[in-house]
């Protein structure tokens, strides 16, 4: 779970929120950006401009009916039928552009997310940062930023434009109705604040964490169904989920709670609008003084003006949940860190592994401890590893094999030393668990270089060199678009990302049990394949079979120690 704090309106609030949002009002779409939110601005000008029209022409065919002024009347039903039909296109056009500036602000915001995201592998240092279900910031919070980000702040400009609008109109029909309207809307905003702010807020800040978790939680079951039926774990899987969504449940009953207590509060605020201005001013009407025309058009200034001041209290609930949203987004982009990588909170000590690129692999005085600190897997490794001279990594489980080749990889830098390791194409890493993206069988072979010209028959030849000369065939060519990881065996997925390597021809290859659902015969033929390409290993595994594979044995008894032999003539054991 998360340690982000609970949110809140505050001036910490602001402050990240012009964090995310003033990139994209200072990027390269910045102008048409700023030209369509002038357009916006006058729009709703324009609308509130409207607004004050009808509510004169309202208050006007009113008067006319109640003097039985026929001429009067219809004059002013026919000055309303043109406002009407001028207003309805700015109406109409006012939302079109609103909800294209989001749509264009979200898409580039998502964009720079995602560069952020994979940038220096962000996406896989976010698994130890207590960031939990970027997917739903990225997908859900960055929309839900833009669009209410501009829906709010359209809410708030045209407020302040209504109060100076209709507070004229007000202010000439009755002084003693704009006095009450102030303390009224000031009474009623600190009473919301008070009452429902910081409740409300938390609870549907968890309310999005906790159904993040459930929908994270099904989708673990989705991708994990077959382990899941080998154990007949289904009972154990059901509950679970229902743990994680009774939390959820529990969570938004709370919410449905304040948010009655709150929509009590706000339909008794609203309805008192309605009769309060005719209440105040029914002496004056009573007794000839006021028509009940500008009675009608006093009542409607009076909303208007309430409503822009206590624009708060009308829309706390949305706004609590914009406040949530917010605080979710601005500890996602701190994790991320800057344009460099570096996460804003992370400090350096100078202690972590340094990596640098040459020909040759070579570890230099290489001390790895696990992310958080806490374990001491490999002290002070000294060793090199020439082209054509392989390297087996043993011992017992735990012991920081697999951590090794992540050091290697550049996907931990927790300890010290330093890393020398080839650039780019020339190293390239095979896990356990085959990585077979959405896409073709073509695909599955090239990845992630997918843009490479390949011939038809060069692909199925590799797929014959590693044993699987009718796979292609079998589910429809080369172009069949299937999800792999489901329809093959995981024998055959450690085959299939075999010959991706082969095909890439790197000069060095991590190969962290990849060949473990094996049968000898396969995984013979596969390690042939390297010498003939001139591919040299750095092995993890567990099999004695591929010693003679390798001319060094990197051996790790689980203590931080280690010991180097020679492979030849090396045994498993004491």
Sequence with gaps: MTTEETPGFNARLWQRFVTIAR???LSDERWPARGMLALLVLLLLGQTAFSVLFNQETGEFTSALAARDTDRF???????????????????????????LGLRWRRWLTDSFLARYFHQRAYYRLNTSGIDNPDQRIAEDINSFTQQSLYFSMIALGSVID??????????????????????????????????????????????????????????????AEPIAFHDGEAREMSALQRVFAAAYANYQQVLRWQFKLNLFQYAHSFLTIVLPTVIIANEVLSGKLEVGRAIQAAGAFAAILSAL?????????????????????????ALGDEAGQPASAADDGTQIHTVHGFDLALERLTVLTPNREHLLLEELTLAVKPGEGLLVVGPSGTGKSSMLRVIAGLWNTGSGEVTRPAGS???????????????????LTYPQTERDISDEELLQ?????????????????????????????????????????????????????????????????????????????????HQAIVKHH????????????????????????
């Excluded at 000055?79 to 109409?92: D, F, G, M, S």
């Excluded at 609930?317 to 605080?327: N, T």
């Excluded at 959405?438 to 599955?444: M, T």
């Excluded at 203590?559 to 003539?569: D, F, I, K, P, Y």
Aim: proline share 4%.
């Design 163 to 224: 109060l100076v609008a209709f507070s004229s109109v007000l202010w000439t029909i009755s002084q003693g109705l704009v006095y009450f309207l102030l303390g009224y809307a000031i009474l009623s905003t600190v009473f919301t604040g008070a009452v429902f702010g910081k409740r409300l807020i938390g609870l549907n800040f968890r309310q999005l964490q906790r159904e993040a978790n459930f929908r994270f939680s099904l989708v673990r079951v989705r991708e994990h």
């Design 310 to 334: 206590t624009v708060i209290v009308q829309h706390f609930e949305g706004l609590s949940r914009f406040s949530a949203g917010v605080d979710r987004l601005h500890a996602f982009s701190e």
């Design 74 to 100: 219809w004059a002013s039903i026919w000055r309303y039928t043109a406002i009407l039909v001028a207003a309805v296109p700015i109406y109409a056009l006012y939302y079109y552009v609103r909800d294209t």
């Design 23 to 25: 990139p994209y009002w």
């Design 551 to 574: 001319h060094w044995v990197l051996e790790l008894p689980g203590n931080g120690s280690w010991t180097l032999h020679e492979a030849r003539g090396y045994r498993w054991g004491p």
């Design 426 to 444: 020339d190293m390239l890493f095979l896990p356990q668990q085959p990585y077979l993206p959405l896409g073709d069988l073509r695909c599955q």
């Design 462 to 542: 590799w797929l014959e060199q590693v044993n699987l000369p009718t796979l292609a065939e079998r589910f429809g060519g080369l172009g069949a678009e299937l999800d792999w990881s489901r329809v093959l065996s995981v024998g055959e997925q450690q085959r299939l990302v075999f010959a991706r390597a082969l095909l890439a021809k790197p000069r060095y290859l991590l190969l962290d049990e990849a060949t473990s659902a094996l049968d000898a015969g396969n995984e013979e033929r596969l390690y042939g394949q390297l010498a003939v390409l001139s591919i040299t290993p750095i092995s993890v595994s567990h």
